[in-house]
């Protein structure tokens, strides 16, 4: 269900002082949390934030993922949403940046596509 691989995971949990396990359940936790929303499936929601920004969030649609960079506003919607542990904020962030040039704007996210999810 994460588009990440075992050996990122591993590595940035090290980096950030967390243990793999809470990483690796936050970010499947914000996953969950947005294949849920209401009214949305996961496309539709980036599809939406797509339309509602005025910078285009879409950094590479994967056969697997969305990379995007959203608005602080969002991501602490998501973040809120999804109930993050303060602990764990700073390692899914440095996580999901592990995708993504640092000098775009905005906040990085990861999520895994629709067709993604329903393979596994």
Do not use: H
């Amino acid at each position: 269900m994460l588009p990440f691989d075992d050996e990122t995971v591993t590595q940035v949990a090290a980096d950030a002082g967390v243990t793999e396990s809470a990483l690796r359940e936050a970010a499947k936790s914000v996953q969950a949390t947005l294949a849920d929303f209401p009214g949305l499936t996961v496309d539709g929601l980036v599809y939406e934030w797509r339309q509602a920004f005025r910078e285009d969030p879409l950094v590479e649609r994967r056969p697997d993922a969305w990379i995007l960079r959203v608005p602080e506003r969002v991501w602490a919607d998501v973040r809120e949403r999804a109930v993050i542990p303060n602990d764990i904020e700073d390692a899914l962030m440095a996580l999901y940046a592990t995708e993504t040039d640092e000098d775009g704007g905005g906040v990085a996210l990861v999520i895994a596509r629709n067709s993604a999810t329903e393979l596994r």
